[in-house]
């Protein structure tokens, strides 16, 4: 079993609509949970932390929950700039380990 | 922007050939990355530094060696190139001085091709 594992999609979804992604990771002792967003050919971009208690920037809710060891990401009133893929990091290992997913591709259609 | 800088951007070898890939950051943060990411793979880190002189080796180290003799520069190695190098490799830096598990910042990446 990988150590974070997302599903690789994609995701097409109009304009508006919302849509939500997860990932799941095997490590109960992690400690950190991180949302990156990767636009095509480029470089992996901080999107959200992912806190305890959820939280919210702008149309994004981000969520964790421990007990069923996942992560999960809602983007509400998906725009067309919202397409790209979405990369879970999991930190362990006292702060030393980060473990990236292979990513969630979000295509957002006219 | 956390002003990292890798290059070259794009290159092409032959196998069995040495490679040399650079990152130069400009905010004198300690803490750099080198990952590689392919189809089918999270971001997998190679090695990283957490200072002068100071490295350490990540999941997927074989074949590759690092040195950072200055702050803001951080060089990967490819000793001799092999096909399974073929790769995107990314450079990173984590704004802490308390340990490497935080937010990281990446460089725009290289693109290796190895024939």
């Known amino acids: 079993r990988k150590e974070v594992e997302q599903d690789p999609g994609p995701f097409n979804v109009p304009e508006g609509a919302t849509v939500a992604f997860n990932c799941t990771y095997s490590?109960?002792?992690?400690?950190?949970f991180f949302w990156y967003r990767q636009d095509c050919r480029k470089e992996p971009k901080l999107l959200m932390s992912v806190y305890s208690s959820g939280n919210e920037d702008g149309r994004f809710t981000a969520q964790l929950n421990r007990a069923s060891q996942y992560i999960s990401l809602l983007i509400r009133d998906s725009k067309l700039s919202d397409s790209a893929t979405y990369l879970c990091?999991?930190?362990?290992?006292?702060?030393?380990?980060?473990?990236f997913g292979t990513g969630t591709q979000l295509k957002v259609e006219l | 922007d956390a002003g990292i800088t890798q290059s070259p951007r794009h290159k092409v070898t032959e196998t069995g050939t040495p490679v040399t890939l650079r990152c130069h950051q400009t905010?004198?943060?300690?803490?750099m990355y080198w990952y590689r990411q392919d189809p089918g793979h999270g971001l997998r880190l190679i090695h990283y530094s957490y200072g002068v002189k100071d490295t350490d080796k990540g999941e997927v180290s074989d074949g590759y060696s690092v040195s950072r003799s200055k702050t803001e520069d951080f060089l990967l190695t490819l000793e001799s190139a092999t096909s399974s190098q073929t790769s995107v490799y990314f450079c990173?830096?984590?704004?802490?001085?308390?340990?490497?598990?935080?937010?990281?910042?990446f460089g725009p990446g290289t693109r290796l091709l190895v024939l």
């Open positions: 905010e004198n943060h300690r803490y």
């Open positions: 990173a830096i984590s704004k802490t001085t308390s340990g490497p598990g935080e937010t990281q910042y």
């Open positions: 490590n109960s002792a992690s400690q950190s």
């Open positions: 990091v999991v930190i362990t290992g006292g702060g030393n380990k980060l473990t």
